[in-house]
RNA sequence: GCCCCCGUAGCCCAAUUGGCAGAGGCACACGACUCAAAAUCGUGCAAGUGUGAGUUCGAGUCUCACCGGGGGCACCA
């Protein structure tokens, strides 16, 4: 370790000098808002200014503030942006970058409970941890854009937004969201029929609401949701486990009826789908989107069951000529009128669960599966069922057909009953085979096919009726003239299916947005005036919500909200004189914030609108010019981890189309372009009783690893306290300075890579640095040492090469490489320079500046002591010459079949005969000849000659 | 079970997108400095690209199969 001991000299760039170094830059860029990037218009503009047309908006996911504080893993993603953002600065963009928190939600309140402190406190005190040590990283945030989703002036907007939904309805026709207002005059003036036909003036006050309110992008329904007691709140489908628990916490989670607020995101699952294309996204996230919407286009078809009638769900209408018999998922609706009082004449014994009657076997056999769990229904995929004793009619060829009920079937997708094709599907063939029934195929399987079910592509067979004649046809003309013959019979009609639900919106715990709405004496939501936010969280005794034992379905949520009664009972006037109200005691989900923050982002102290249009036309407008036509806006760069695929990202899509459909924002997207970062990770080690020991006193040995002498177990993965190999910025910063620790960094990997820390690799990024320092500044006496020598013509060649490579890897993410090329370069400068008297200005600068984006602090410095008087954050930065990037001679390898023999140096310019001719007649290639004449030669132009014998 | 991504020196990673396998860093060895060590500086060492086939004048790069690692989906009709 450099700690500046007196046998190092003065003026070495050690960790203490860095610090030293890095803390004067920090200053001075906060005393000069070095990274203000100024607006079109509002308090945020700058008058004297001319404003950059040329933009670029990055942004860090939304970090949440834990009381932990940063490991070195959290900063990845955000030095990343910030070189990134350093770059662009430096080449004379506008750039607004800043970071915000996420403070909202369960762990800040659980953090919370646990310390015994108000949520506030704990998390403004983690906030200012944060910020600490994200300063001392030197990230060039415009901190007046900061903002927290506690904020009181923050969360107004949050709660105004939600009106904004709350009084929006989505117009199918237009497929756009409108003002609730304009479907109420719709209705009034009669455009709009009400659901039972009477007119609107015959409906009572509550009857209209009650209309209207059914229509509202944000609704309050009595359906079931996912209660998890041991949480004490209800949460989204999104953030349950696919086996069945909470994604916080772990705790199992139980569908229950209960009167929550939902948000109508299935109105935008064709737009969510259908806008990924037009999106710069990782393939891999827009692939879990597009899986999670779950849109299946095919056909509802009716059949006639005795008095009633069975609608199916099918993507596959083409085989419904294979229709072999119905399942009902056990909770259908239907399932009790269709079960017979007795079994039918001949019913295969495998059919009647062992019952006496279809009843008793229904019974049985619903009881059982409402006892099984979501996991149980899962891993066993064992089919089994029961027959209802019922027949249904298939439309198309009048075959009466059995029904059953059976798990395999479930209520909550499509109509909760299918029709089964055996022939075509192997679920429906498991369960054909084992229940003895028909199977009918009509898709021919391709030639040598050998398999059960046929889910394949080919001509239809065993598809006719007196009207109707499907043979021949591919799957996609058969669907096409399935459905036509449906709807003209009036059977059935094409269809879209989502798997996408209406998104769960309301939370039963204290740390969140209040929802800004009161019940009047009728229990009917009333959205409160514009002028009455914010909504501010009252204080309460106790803000830690009643939690359950975690299996106890049978438990209520009691919101911690509902015993502040002095803040839930309020008399206010909203128009009609003062009265009694009682306020929301839910609040919104920690996502709510960070639906919207990009907006903020662009106009923090906006006190008249969340954001102003101009503003937002500026910094997320599309750019048709230089992102195509189909462009849909956004901010240019949004990096994060690939956890919030179908979380944040598909919510905070749906908030900014709503928006966007009422006019208030010009972008269709928030994030045109988005970036997985990969994650840090870290080797723990553990002892012979399993406990880990401290990863950074575990020495290795011969590729074993021991701790105070005894051998121990190497594991890879996260970092954490428990597996104690946490390593932070902080301990970097002091022992090698946040330029060094950055600089490593970036040069671990490509960014979107996930790659193990380690520690001792840092030194290699610290002796860089401190032999670049060491070419500008004596390290004994600290003067300079750059002369104003011209440059070699080996100089500007490689110092030309170097600014055109680092200039493409900076602007396409690639800091690994550009750190790769400076510490080449400079490696070169060192060899020439390093031993003269001083290193020619004309080489020092350009590194110093291309250095910046990477290792700010201390390129500021030496810019500085190069005497620039200005900071380099606006740059310039470098740029190549194309005719030193050029090359007099080119060295051809010359292969033999394939192999390097020889290699001849030509003219840059010489043509292909010629350098074959050069090729040819180069000695050992004449000796390798030994007189015959080569097969065939290809010259490649600048790479190399291949001779084939 | 299905789909996607990744396997290059002991380790982390490059390779102009089909053209000489090596840019950079760590580790290691040797040398310089030092009374010595650390730090620093210099020099050097190292794999034929997970395995096997194929396409090609030429494959780390393209195709197929398999092995290993990571991720997503999973009775979604």
Known sequence: ??????????????????????????????????????????????????????????????????????????????????????????????????????????????????????????????????????????????????????????????????????????????????????????????????????????????????????????????????????????????????????????????????????????????????????????????????????????????????????????????????????????????????????????????????????????????????????????????????????????????????????????????????????????????????????????????????????TGEGPAINSTNEDLSLNGMGVEDAKKAIIAWLEEHGHGEGTVQYKLRDWLFARQRYWGEPFPIVYDEDGLPIALPEDQLPLELPDVEDYSPKTFDPEDADSEPQPPLAKATDWVEVTLDLGDGPKKYRRDTNVMPQWAGSCWYQLRYIDPTNTERFVDPENEKYWMGPRPAEHGVNDPGGLDLYVGGVEHAVLHLLYARFWHKVLFDLGHVSSKEPYRKLFNQGYIQAYAYVDSRGFYVPADEVEETDGRFFYNGEEVRQEYGKMGKSLKNIVTPDAMAENYGADTFRFYEMSMGPLEISRPWATKDVVGAQRFLQRLWRLVVDEETGALRVSDAELTDDDLRRLHKTIAGVREDYAELRFNTAGAKLIELNNYVTKVYGATQATPRALAEPLVLMLAPLCPHIAEELWHRLGHPDTLVYGPFPQADEKYLVEDTVEYPIQVNGKVRSRVTVAADAGKDDVQAAALADEKIVALLAGGEPRKVIVVPGRLVNVVL
């Open 1 to 454: 370790m450099t700690d500046g001991t007196e046998t190092t000299p003065a003026h070495r760039y050690t960790a203490a000098l860095a610090g030293q170094i890095e803390r004067r830059w920090q200053d001075y860029w906060a005393d000069h808002g070095t990274y203000h990037a100024p607006n079109p218009v509002g308090p945020l503009a700058e008058q004297d200014k001319q404003l950059p047309s040329d933009k670029l908006f990055v942004q860090d996911m939304f970090p949440y503030p834990s009381g932990g504080g940063l490991h070195v893993g959290h900063p990845l993603g955000y030095i990343g942006v910030d070189t990134f953002a350093r770059f662009n600065r430096m080449i004379g963009r506008n750039v607004l970058h800043t970071l915000g928190y996420d403070a909202f939600g369960l762990p800040a309140e659980q953090y919370a409970v646990q310390t015994g402190t108000h949520p506030r406190t704990t998390t403004e005190a983690n906030i200012a941890n944060m910020r600490r040590q994200l300063r001392a990283l030197g990230l060039g945030h415009d901190e007046r854009r900061s903002i927290a989703t506690t904020d009181v002036e923050y969360y107004r907007w949050t709660q105004w937004i939600f009106l904004q939904i709350f009084n929006s309805y989505y117009d199918e026709k237009q497929d756009r969201a409108r003002p609730i207002a304009d479907l109420e005059k719709e209705y009034e003036d009669g455009t709009r029929a009400t659901p039972d036909g009477r007119p609107w003036s015959e409906l009572s006050r509550v009857e209209r609401r009650e209309v209207i309110d059914s229509h509202r992008l944000v609704y309050i329904s009595d359906a079931p949701v996912n209660w998890a007691p041991g949480l004490g709140t209800v949460v989204a489908n999104e953030e349950v486990t696919p086996d069945g628990r909470s994604e916080r916490g772990n705790f199992p989670v139980f569908r229950k009826n209960l009167r929550q607020w939902m948000m109508r995101i299935t109105s935008y699952a064709d737009r969510l789908v259908d806008d990924l294309e037009l999106l710069d996204w990782p393939e891999q996230i827009k692939t879990m989107q597009r899986n999670w919407i779950g849109r299946s286009r095919g056909a509802n078809v009716r059949f006639a069951a005795g008095d009633a009638h069975i609608e199916v769900f099918t993507t596959r209408p083409d085989t419904l000529f294979g229709a072999t018999y119905m399942v009902l998922a056990p909770e259908h609706p239907l399932v009790e009128r269709l079960t017979a009082n007795e079994w039918p004449e001949g019913t295969d014994e495998r059919w009647t669960g062992g019952a006496a009657t279809p009843g008793e076997a229904v019974a049985d056999y619903r009881r059982e599966a409402s006892r099984k769990s979501e996991l149980d229904r899962q891993e066993n995929k064992e089919k089994t069922g029961v027959f209802t004793g019922s027949f249904a009619v298939n439309p198309v060829n009048g075959e009466r057909i059995p029904v059953f009920i059976a798990d395999y079937v479930l209520m909550g997708y499509g109509t909760g009953a299918i029709m089964a094709v055996p022939g075509q599907d192997q679920r429906d063939w498991d369960f054909a085979t084992k229940f003895g029934l028909g199977i009918i195929r009509t898709v021919q399987p391709s030639e040598g096919f050998d398999g059960e079910a046929f």
